[in-house]
């Protein structure tokens, strides 16, 4: 992971810091200071043995689902504080990180430790905070995210929209039309592989718009 900086403003392998999935403490002693809700990437991979990438955000176009009853699962840390807990939100020890990493299985899944564990859900809200993300690889990880705050911007829009007709009684409709179950499955298999065309353009985008330095 980054040490203590934007992850954009890193610029070669100095300014990473390797940690252990075991507990989330970094590999060399003195390494730089790090992230403190790094227990969130180690306990979701200690949990999802396929998981290759995980990513935490706080894209403010999520945020308003985190605290409005959105269907996908929302993890309240307010239910997992122990009693001399900080009550920032943030996940700052491995069990908070292992509560919210049970949130990427299904509500009802018969969870046992020791069998080979696969994701229910790819993201998992994180209440008046942000969300994170798990998947197979970096590329995948990385489309989903973006494509998180881009829905929730469109579902923002759409809701607005909504309110607005009915209020002026412009249509009889006042829910979303959803994709159908049946739809969701089958486009939710596209991000498996979709991620290719937009990861080369993404990669092309970095390389081109002068803000990221790289040294070799
Ligand atoms: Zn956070």
């Known amino acids: 992971m980054p040490r203590n900086v934007a992850p954009a403003n890193i610029t070669s392998a100095k300014d990473l810091v390797q940690y252990n999935v075991v507990d989330s403490e970094p590999v060399e002693a003195n390494a730089a200071p790090g992230y403190i809700e790094r227990y969130i990437h180690s306990e979701i991979?200690?949990?999802?043995?396929?998981?290759?990438?995980v990513i935490h955000s706080h894209a403010s176009a999520v945020l308003?689902?985190?605290i409005s009853g959105a269907k996908t699962p929302v993890f309240d840390v307010a239910k997992y504080y122990k009693s001399d807990a900080t009550r920032?939100?943030?996940?700052?020890?491995?069990?908070l990180g292992e509560s919210l990493a049970k949130y990427f299985h299904a509500e009802d899944a018969d969870v046992v430790e020791t069998e080979t564990l696969e994701l229910d859900h790819s993201v998992v809200?994180?209440?008046?905070?942000?969300?994170t993300v798990a998947a197979q690889g970096i590329?995948?990880?990385v489309y989903r995210a973006?494509?998180?705050r881009d829905n929730a911007a469109v579902q923002t829009e759409s809701l607005g929209l909504l309110a607005a007709a009915y209020n002026?009684?412009?249509?009889p409709r006042v829910d979303i039309d959803y994709l159908r179950p049946d739809e969701l499955s089958a486009a939710g298999k596209i991000a498996m592989t979709g991620w290719a065309r937009a990861w080369g353009l993404w990669v092309r985008e970095?390389?081109?718009?002068?803000?990221?330095?790289?040294e070799r």
């Not at 991979?45 to 990438?53: A, D, E, K, L």
């Open 45 to 53: 991979y200690r949990r999802f043995p396929g998981v290759r990438s």
């Open 146 to 148: 973006i494509y998180t």
């Open 88 to 95: 920032d939100l943030l996940i700052r020890d491995r069990h």
């Open 125 to 131: 809200l994180m209440r008046g905070h942000g969300y």
């Open 64 to 66: 308003p689902y985190s």
């Open 206 to 214: 970095v390389e081109a718009i002068g803000l990221y330095v790289h």
């Open 139 to 141: 590329e995948e990880c």
């Open 168 to 171: 002026l009684s412009y249509g």
